[in-house]
């Protein structure tokens, strides 16, 4: 699970993958050409199904903004972390 202050699309190229929002603990499966769309600043995760799965995928916002996470996304009182860039 992360979030990021930019927008993110998702759009399902092939059959596989499953998306979590807001850390709720429920895996939603996208199958080819669906779109899940994520609010800034909102948790999600992505995941396959034991298969490679392709994914196009766009951010709007400020997209320099580093990625980040929280051992548990839904504590308020939690401190989020950077995740540290590599590219």
């Known amino acids: 699970r ?3 202050s930019a927008a993110e699309v ?3 190229l092939g ?3 499953s998306v979590e929002l807001d850390a709720d ?3 939603r499966p996208l199958a080819a050409a669906d779109v ?3 609010l800034p600043d909102t948790s999600h995760a992505f995941r396959t199904e034991g298969v490679p ?3 196009a995928y766009a951010w709007q916002g400020d997209v320099a903004a580093p990625t980040w996470w929280k051992h548990d996304m839904n ?3 939690e401190l ?3 995740a540290e860039r590599t590219v």
Do not use: I, N, Q
Request: cysteine-free; aromatic content about 12%; overall charge negative.
């Open 36 to 38: 899940s769309y994520h």
């Open 2 to 4: 992360h979030a990021h």
């Open 25 to 27: 603990g429920e895996w």
């Open 80 to 82: 989020r972390h950077d």
């Open 15 to 17: 059959d596989g993958g």
């Open 10 to 12: 998702y759009v399902a």
């Open 75 to 77: 504590d308020p009182t």
């Open 53 to 55: 799965v392709l994914v």
